[in-house]
């Protein structure tokens, strides 16, 4: 019988989660399996920053398996701007999540990181065993080094998944905090609505894998379930699918069905211009895996945004 607590449950990767669980056949691959009780949490359950709120959201739900995804998360601009909170609060929430599950022995945590935790002075691909070689980019400082500690605490069977940048329904639509995707769609949608320029911020040259949240769910599921080492393991599209953020905004402005004027402003930073993440770990481990091509995942992103939007977190103020 086994408890699965899901941190961050009503985040995009948190609600992709529970959508595979939902949806998946019970007793298949990625279903729920007989016996499972999936906890999802959200923030308004305990505020992970607080050690007596964490000990008590596990005090509550006694989870036998931890899947980490609580973070305070935001796209480059927001990490450039909060370098100092973006350390401080995830080193706090990782921290507490971690000693919480290691003195109510929970069996087995799967902590999620991000590929930003790498350095940008790395010989490309990534793989597992660059995490700690050099500084993180600096646009990213102080998310990258929180997320880096949790590959240094306890010596249980506690690991970590990198997943390369996420989308899909659910997303931070913000456009102030949100990450590129789905700060693009907003303002796509914004600029067909209003009549006004298509903007997007930088040179559009950057390069990017993106892998769509529910095929990230998956692999969360499965690591969960199959994978015992500690050590992190990339949860990744191939390196032969990196695409620039021009690729990307145009096949924004094709699936919104944007006809207007559509520049980038250069005089906004790219932030890392690459970090290409090799699968071969992932896929020498979990065999046949097929990813949502790019395109039907960003479809199903716009239309989950289009027939969502009152509900979408498109920040304080809906434009």
């Known amino acids: 019988m086994s408890r699965i607590l899901v941190t961050g449950g009503s985040g995009l990767v948190g609600k992709a989660i529970k959508y595979v669980i939902e949806t998946e056949p019970e007793g298949s691959k990625f279903g729920k399996q007989p016996g499972e009780t999936w906890i999802f949490a959200s923030s308004s359950e305990g505020d992970l920053r607080d050690p007596v709120a964490t000990d008590a959201l596990f005090e509550k739900y006694k989870p036998t398996h931890v899947i980490h995804l609580a973070a305070l998360v935001g796209g480059l601009f927001k990490n450039m701007k909060y370098k100092l909170t973006f350390l401080r609060d995830n080193t706090l929430i990782n921290d507490n999540v971690l000693r919480s599950a290691y003195t109510h022995q929970t069996s087995k945590v799967v902590s999620c990181l991000s590929t930003c935790v790498f350095s940008d002075k790395v010989e490309y691909p990534l793989d597992e065993n660059k995490v700690h070689l050099g500084p993180p980019h600096e646009s990213n400082f102080g998310y990258a080094h929180a997320k880096r500690m949790v590959d240094e605490e306890f010596g249980c069977n506690f690991t970590s998944a990198i997943p390369t940048n ?154």
């Open 166 to 319: 996420v989308f899909g329904p659910y997303d931070n639509f913000d456009l102030e905090d949100s990450h590129v995707i789905p700060g693009l769609i907003h303002k796509c949608v914004l600029a067909k609505k209003n009549g006004t320029p298509f903007v997007v911020s930088g040179t559009g040259k950057p390069l990017r894998q993106f892998i769509y949240s529910r095929d990230l769910a998956k692999l969360f599921i499965w690591q969960l379930r199959h994978y015992d080492d500690v050590e992190p393991l990339i949860l990744s599209v191939g390196e032969d699918e990196e695409v620039s953020i021009k690729q990307v905004a145009d096949a924004i402005v094709k699936e919104v069905g944007f006809e207007g004027n559509y520049v980038f402003d250069t005089t906004r930073a790219d932030g890392q211009f690459r970090k290409p993440a090799s699968n071969k770990k992932l896929l020498s481990l979990v065999g046949d895996f097929q990813f949502t091509p790019f395109e039907q995942a960003l479809h199903e992103t716009v239309k989950w945004f289009l027939d969502n939007y009152d509900i979408a977190r498109t920040g304080s103020v809906k434009k």
